[in-house]
């Protein structure tokens, strides 16, 4: 997502619709290690941001931490979440 990169210290975003397997991401904390399709090294969740779903604005994610996010909306409420992620390194 573009727009959130335009706002400065922001890593970038992947958004999808919580019915879209975006609800994956809701329970991963940090400290959590997942493995992306298509990359050679794991991942770890180094950062979790809960944000209001409306009137939310890029300030909220500034700092965020990881060298790639992915966001997704809970179900139910007016909330979204943004986990970063870093490479593991398994040396």
């Known amino acids: 997502m573009r727009s ?3 706002a400065g210290n922001i ?3 992947w958004a999808a619709h919580n ?3 975006g609800d994956a991401i809701l329970p991963w904390e940090i400290g959590q290690r997942i493995v992306i399709e298509g990359r050679d090294q794991p991942y770890e969740v180094v950062d979790v941001r809960d944000t209001a779903k409306r009137w939310t604005t890029t300030d909220d994610l500034l ?3 990881g060298e790639l996010a992915l966001q997704t909306c809970y179900y139910g409420v007016a909330q979204m ?3 970063g992620l870093a490479p593991v390194d398994e040396d």
């Open 4 to 6: 959130y990169q335009a």
């Open 81 to 83: 979440r943004f986990v």
């Open 63 to 65: 700092g965020l931490q």
């Open 19 to 21: 019915n879209c397997g």
């Open 11 to 13: 890593p970038p975003v």
